[in-house]
């Protein structure tokens, strides 16, 4: 074999051997990386400005097109836990000039957040003082509501029934985490009993003015299947 043959065979095994890894991430399966991504990454290595996020990063970048899109007011944003996607969501509304957060979540224990444009509600979302004060901030105003707070099919639906009005026409109600209706139990995302998806199905049936929009699941790797709700009508 001729030295120059050699040489180019030895670039080549080089090569494979940098790009190893890599093909060992590239050949995960979608859904092996969402519990990847749910097991390794997002509970202690994903941060906004300091602050954990519980996010796909995917999801988020839907957010602020659909922020620029829609131009709301006010973004109610129901469960805010450790606060980074309630800064998130105020940055956002910072650089387009416009519009507050409303934070409600019942525990503040990991809340850790000051921001101008935040209004903190500490309530329970379905409390009838918490939804009077949320409907005395919404009145005449453009808005977009997140449910990212108890996951049950019972709790999204009641907040979905309770906030849906508030929202504006065009704009979107967003409902977190259906992703846990796709996956079994003990897999790392499933839940033993019906969680967000079942929810929006059943809100869905009764309540034509809205529909899902499906481009907002164009990255595929979405935790809020058929969660990006779209009011098209009242």
Excluded at 23 to 36: N, P, Y
Aim: aromatic content about 10%.
């Amino acid at each position: 074999m001729g030295k120059r043959i050699r040489e180019v065979l030895e670039i080549f095994r080089e090569r494979r051997l940098k790009r190893e890894d890599y093909d060992r991430r590239f050949s995960m399966t979608l859904r092996k990386w969402l519990i990847a991504h749910q097991r390794d990454i997002v509970f202690d290595k994903m941060t906004w400005m300091g602050i954990k996020i519980l996010k796909n990063p995917l999801d988020v970048w839907i957010y602020q097109e659909i922020l620029y899109e829609v131009r709301p007011d006010v973004v109610i944003e129901i469960g805010s836990a450790y606060g980074g996607s309630t800064r998130y969501l105020a940055d956002l509304l910072d650089l387009l000039q416009n519009g507050i957060v409303v934070s409600i979540d019942i525990d503040r224990s990991r809340y850790q957040l000051t921001h101008h444009r935040v209004v903190e509600l500490t309530g329970d979302s379905s409390d009838p003082s918490v939804l009077s004060r949320v409907r005395e901030i919404c009145r005449n105003k453009k808005t977009i509501a997140i449910q990212d707070g108890g996951h049950t099919k019972a709790q999204v639906l009641r907040d979905l029934e309770d906030y849906s009005p508030f929202v504006s026409l065009s704009s979107y109600f967003i409902v977190e985490d259906g992703i846990v209706d796709l996956f079994n139990p003990g897999d790392g995302i499933g839940f033993e009993e019906d969680g967000p998806l079942a929810a929006i199905e059943e809100f869905l049936s009764k309540n034509p003015q809205f529909q899902v929009d499906s481009s907002r699941e164009r990255y595929i790797l979405t935790y809020n299947p058929k969660g990006f709700l779209k009011r098209v009508g009242f």
